[in-house]
């Protein structure tokens, strides 16, 4: 079943901090975690999450919301 955006919106600081409690990234600074590895994730547990409409993309929106989340918005 697919998402609305905002549902996913809604859904992402939960999702987020699921795959943050990961062993792997419990222990990482936010500035040295990556998008893809979440996103790869994402779409292995929670695949709804990533199938929304969008004008930029459902993965673009989910990179700014990952990138405010771990305060990388610099990089943008």
Not at 6 to 26: G, M, V
Not at 53 to 70: C, L, N, Q, Y
Request: hydrophobic residues 40%.
């Amino acid at each position: 079943m697919k998402m609305t955006k905002a549902e996913a919106r809604k859904a992402f600081p939960a999702l987020f901090a699921s795959w943050r409690s990961l062993p792997a990234n419990a222990q990482t600074n936010d500035q040295l975690l990556h998008f893809s590895d979440f996103y790869n994730w994402l779409e292995q547990n929670r695949p709804e999450a990533t199938c929304f409409r969008s004008v930029m993309g459902p993965k673009e929106d989910i990179e700014v919301w990952f990138d405010e989340a771990t305060h990388q918005t610099w990089a943008r």
